[in-house]
């Protein structure tokens, strides 16, 4: 699961948030946000990263950019452990990690201008002169399909699938090796959702990006990734190419969530499997594999006993009983 020629390594990465019970908020319970996530990212692909809302996918993106600390766990970035590094050690890697949000008008300054937004980061790391900054601002916006008389504008005078590729220019600015792409169209129009996500996978081949892609729609994860991470109640379920994902899904959670997207028959839609329960609170998680409140196969061996992620297939990786792993080369030899 994890390539020697990986660009990004996360490995058992677990983070908690202590809750507000016991004397001034101490032994409390903790949320398990992430609890033991190990996936790995190469250079040049896209792993998009799905699961319900809650389940910790925002969270995971924010500890691979440091902008939160784990708990526990390895993150290394080009082979070096960046888990544990101080804000002033984190500062060159920083250039390389970049992020694109949900939200593309929160996470722009109201009070600059365009071109500002565009090379702040830039003016972070770099002395710039005015016109070399203006130079640079107006290359990327036309890299990301936005005018030059744009550069004096203010984010409210954008609409939101402009104020997206702003937020793409900026995360270009510094020439970064992985972007983590956080629900980057889920509040556009679909017909914009479609023009941003076909700019990110051709900068992506001309910047040869790496993408970290968070999102809860199905058929934008298909679209654009290499590979697919199914995440549920804090931890990776499933993981494979998203051809196996698509047509051989092998845990229960992911053949309920393709389950779940909407199709236009009728008489395929009351053969569909629903789930019933909810998600189970991360505060206190059931014991044995996670997933086993709300599974439709479930048997007494998963109330009781944690799956471990394995492999059963040619590059998937599944936590569950049901399914068994695939022998080794020593394995068959043997």
Not at 142 to 162: T, W
Not at 176 to 198: F, G, H, M, R, T
Not at 263 to 291: A, I, Y
């Amino acid at each position: 699961m994890i390539s020697p020629e990986s660009l990004l390594e996360v490995e058992d990465l677990r983070k908690y948030y202590p809750t507000q019970q016991g004397w001034l908020g101490r032994g409390g319970a903790r949320v398990h946000a992430v609890d033991g996530v190990s996936f790995s990212i190469a250079s040049g692909e896209t792993l998009g990263l799905v699961g319900e809302s809650g389940c910790g996918k925002s969270t995971t993106g924010k500890l691979i950019l440091r902008l939160q600390d784990p708990t526990s766990g390895t993150i290394r970035w080009r082979g070096r452990d960046i888990s544990r590094l101080t804000q002033h050690e984190m500062r060159p890697v920083r250039r390389e990690l970049q992020a694109v949000f949900q939200d593309p008008y929160a996470s722009l300054n109201p009070r600059m201008r365009a071109a500002d937004i565009v090379v702040e980061p830039l003016r972070n790391f770099e002395p710039m002169s005015e016109s070399a900054a203006r130079e640079r601002a107006a290359s990327l916006f036309a890299r990301v399909g936005l005018r030059a008389d744009q550069l004096v504008k203010y984010p409210f005078e954008f609409s939101g699938g402009q104020r997206q590729r702003l937020g793409i220019a900026r995360a270009l600015s510094v020439q970064p090796k992985l972007i983590v792409c956080d629900e980057p169209v889920s509040a556009l129009d679909v017909s914009v959702q479609a023009q941003v996500i076909n700019l990110l996978m051709d900068l992506q081949q001309e910047f040869h990006l790496s993408y970290l892609f968070i999102a809860h729609d199905l058929a934008v994860v298909e679209h654009i990734s290499h590979r697919v991470a199914v995440m549920y109640l804090g931890k990776i379920v499933e993981i494979a190419d998203k051809k196996s994902i698509f047509t051989r899904p092998q845990h229960p959670y992911t053949e309920a969530l393709l389950e779940a997207v909407p199709v236009p028959d009728p008489r395929r839609r009351k053969q569909r499997r629903v789930l019933t329960g909810d998600v189970p609170s991360p505060v206190n998680p059931p014991p044995g594999c996670r997933f086993h409140t709300r599974c439709p196969y479930v048997e007494a061996r998963c109330r009781v006993e944690e799956p471990p992620l394995k492999q059963v297939a040619s590059g998937q990786w599944v936590a569950c009983h049901l399914r068994q792993p695939v022998a080794t080369k020593e394995e068959a030899i043997a």
